[in-house]
Every structure is written in structure tokens, then in C-alpha cells.
């Protein structure tokens, strides 16, 4: 199967269907389609979510004792008698805690492609993700579905400003995705790293002085222009700053093409030239796969 393809029904279509039946059956609307034995039912193998607060499960579980599973789990038919799950899958985890023997489910025909989207999509909706999840979970989408940022900011409600500059983080190196994973860093501070070049040493020094995002935004104009003491002003070249709209789109092609890409305009002119730099030979077969277009 195409993972790239756009779905048949579209993006928005497909969200709509999952939408509505999770509204009509928390609402008492509708009924589920039948209780299935809940050792009948497994995860989707290639949910993106892989961990579950255990604290929330707990308190979902102490709450299914009480009332029962009220929002029943979306699945689809994998082989006889076998149930594989759409949405849900916290309420199922909740409930083998709650020690439930059956669980309402509402079946529906979503191919292995589908499946996946609704995961990423279910995951990307999450309270408690962090932007750089958030942004992961965008890249999936475009990388795999051949989604725009324009289809995915309609079918989810986001503006498509929001979701470019959560994928402009993932530009960022490892160590500084992960100040912004563990709360250290914010997502404004992160993305006024984007432009500078030690960023994971600016990063750091953030972070020991508490600073705000607009002293963050400073700190890196002082970083690019060289502004380290008077011998320094005197001697280093003049550094002539990218624009917004040339720095947006190194952003951009970096998210989706997984690697950094630096744009230098020839000044005066319409040409210019763009770098890519690969950390990996994987990362370089992959580039020549995409230039190949196979």
C-alpha cells in the first residue's frame, strides 16, 4: 500500500466520521454496535503513542469500576473474531486495569492507511503533548499521506502559522528537542533558537539564567552579529541577517525533509544557493530516493 497517498475520502472527511461517532455515542445518541470480549480486541501495532500516565489510567480504571466504559472504543473487523482498535485505546487499557471481561465497540471499515492517520491524529490531539510530539506527529502526516500544511490546519482546527512553526522546531538538535520535551525550554524559546548556530550551548545558557523569550530572542541577535566584547566588534565581518520569510522556509524544508537546509540568496538577485547536510548515509540514500523521485 501507498502510504502517500491522500486518503479517498479526504483528511477532513475521515476525521468527521470518527468525530461523529464519538460524539453521538458520548452523547447517548447511539448505541454500540455490540460488547466484545475485551481479549478480542488489541492496539494498533503502529500507534505512535507508546506510553500511558499511569496515574490517568488509574483514575480512568477507578471510574469504569464505578460507571462502566460510557464512550465505546472504534475498531475495525482483522480476522474472525479478531478486533483491532481506531480510537480508544487508552478506555481499553483503563478497563483490563478495571478487570472488564466485554467492552462496547462501534466497527467501522477504515483501510491499514486510515488506521494510522486517525492514530497520529488522535495522538496529535492529545492534552498533554508537548510541541515537539505535536510537531512529529504533523511531519507523519505530510511525510506519509502527502498531507499540506494547509489540509491539516482545516481538517484539525489549527491555523497553518501554528503548525509551521511547531515543525520549524524539528530543525533543532537532539539536546535542545529534548530541554523543550522535558519543560526546560519553551516552544517560543526554542524557536528564537532556530536561527543561530550553537544552539544547544545558547540553550543551556537559557535555561541557568531563567531568561524570557524576548531576552532569548536578543541573546541569539548578539550570538549572530558576534557581539562577544569590543576586539570582537572590531575585527569580525559584518553578519547580514536572514529575513523571516528565508528563515520560515529553511525551517520548513527541514522539517520535511528530515535534515538542516541553509538558503543564501545572492544579494540583489533572484539565485541562490541551497545546502542540505545529512548526518547519516542512510539520510543520504533516503535524500537521493526523494530527488529520484522512487
Known amino acids: 500500500m501507498d502510504r502517500k497517498r491522500g486518503l479517498g475520502r479526504g483528511l477532513s472527511a475521515l476525521m468527521s466520521d470518527v468525530a461523529e461517532t464519538e460524539r453521538s455515542t458520548s452523547a447517548g445518541q447511539a448505541t454500540a454496535d455490540r460488547l466484545i470480549p475485551i481479549e478480542k480486541i488489541a492496539p494498533n501495532p503502529d500507534q505512535p503513542r507508546k506510553r500511558f500516565a499511569e496515574a490517568d489510567l488509574k483514575d480512568l480504571a477507578a471510574s469504569i469500576r464505578e460507571k462502566g466504559v460510557l464512550q465505546p472504543l472504534i475498531v475495525r473487523v482483522v480476522g474472525p473474531e479478531r478486533y483491532e482498535i481506531v480510537a480508544g485505546e487508552r478506555r481499553w487499557r483503563a478497563a483490563q486495569l478495571a478487570n472488564q471481561h466485554e467492552l462496547p465497540v462501534v466497527i467501522r471499515d477504515f483501510t491499514d492507511a486510515e488506521v494510522l492517520e486517525v492514530a497520529i491524529i488522535e495522538n496529535i490531539q492529545r492534552a498533554d503533548l508537548n510541541p515537539i510530539e505535536e510537531a512529529a506527529g504533523y511531519r507523519q502526516l505530510m511525510e506519509r499521506f502527502g498531507h499540506t500544511q494547509e489540509k491539516l490546519a482545516e481538517a484539525l482546527g489549527k491555523s497553518r502559522s501554528h503548525i509551521a512553526n511547531l515543525m520549524r522546531l524539528l530543525s533543532l538538535p537532539e539536546d535542545v528537542l529534548d530541554f523543550v520535551r522535558q519543560g526546560d525550554l ?4 526554542a524557536r528564537a533558537l532556530i536561527p543561530a548556530t550553537d544552539r544547544v550551548a545558547l540553550a543551556q545558557e537559557v535555561i541557568k539564567g531563567g531568561l524570557s523569550v524576548r531576552a532569548t530572542e536578543a541573546l541569539v541577535k548578539k550570538h549572530i552579529a558576534g557581539d562577544t566584547g569590543p576586539d570582537v566588534r572590531r575585527t569580525a565581518a ?23 537546509v541553509t538558503l543564501d540568496h545572492a544579494p540583489g538577485g533572484e539565485g541562490g544557493r541551497m545546502t ?14 526523494l530527488l529520484g523521485g522512487s
Not at 239 to 259: I, N, R, W, Y
Open 276 to 289: 542540505l547536510q545529512y548526518k547519516s548515509l542512510d539520510q543520504l540514500d533516503e535524500l537521493c530516493r
Open 238 to 260: 559584518p553578519v547580514e541577517e536572514k529575513d523571516a520569510d528565508t528563515k520560515a522556509l529553511e525551517g520548513d524544508l527541514s522539517a520535511a525533509l528530515g535534515m538542516k
Open 186 to 189: 519553551s516552544a517560543g524559546h
